[in-house]
């Protein structure tokens, strides 16, 4: 059950040429107050990266309200899946290094609690202006913190997809935070085959010419599948209206 006034969706494509699809999601009601959406991507060209995105979702809507602090849950979640990852390997070699993204967000009572860990993004659209709340755990991340690289000229950079933190990987911090919704606003959340099939300002438009929730993610990974070298692509919207 959804709470009063929250429009979701939620929706998943295999990119161009895959055999398979390795990301995730996840939109569902944790109780009558709490609604999860989410998103997780297992690492392409490692074997298991579907097995690791299906274990992320897993021990996602596992959650429990049963403290204030859902992003305090939604960590506890993910390490939980870093762990589970971690044990599977011993049992099957033939899942060594497999690991996943982890971006997930609760909404309760006007406020989105989140956690994130990999290269998958939480946006926030408010008044017609797309803030990204995450921050990319990836290779290329510190040197446009450090100002040696544009994000602009980071979308091309030949080590733009590695990660240097993952859920399954020897690095996993996960960071979280909280941030209240108003009226209106759309919260999006998505695998890196959505922004890098597009630029931010294009996702911008897309949401405003939509007429609801559904037909904008649906025009999203529409867009995004008209890149001939699309990697899968998944995305996950919420709104109070």
Not at 226 to 231: G, T
């Amino acid at each position: 059950m959804k709470p009063e006034g929250l429009v979701v969706h939620g929706r998943s494509v295999k990119g161009h040429n895959h055999v398979k699809n390795d990301d995730r999601y996840v939109v569902t009601a944790l109780d009558e107050e709490n609604f999860l959406i989410g998103v997780s991507d297992g690492l392409g060209g490692h074997p298991g990266g579907d097995v690791a995105a299906e274990i992320v979702v897993d021990c996602l809507i596992s959650i429990k309200i049963n403290i204030d602090d859902r992003s305090i849950l939604l960590k506890r979640a993910i390490t939980q899946a870093d762990k589970t990852i971690r044990s599977q390997i011993p049992k099957n070699p033939d899942l060594t290094g497999m690991g996943a993204t982890a971006t997930a967000l609760i909404i309760n009572n006007g406020w989105g609690s989140w956690a994130h860990i990999g290269d998958s993004r939480l946006y926030l659209l408010r008044n017609n202006d797309i803030r990204k709340i995450t921050r990319d755990h990836s290779y290329i991340q510190g040197f446009i913190d450090s100002g040696d690289l544009s994000a602009k000229e980071a979308e091309n950079h030949p080590m733009c997809n590695v990660l240097d933190q993952c859920v399954g990987c020897v690095v996993s911090g996960v960071e979280t935070g909280r941030f209240k919704i108003h009226l209106g606003d759309i919260l999006i959340i998505c695998t890196d085959g959505l922004y890098r099939s597009g630029e931010e300002t294009k996702i911008i438009e897309l949401i405003i010419k939509s007429q609801n929730i559904s037909q904008c993610g649906d025009q999203l990974i529409d867009a995004s599948l008209q890149d001939a070298f699309c990697d899968d692509v998944t995305v996950t919207l919420a709104m109070y209206q």
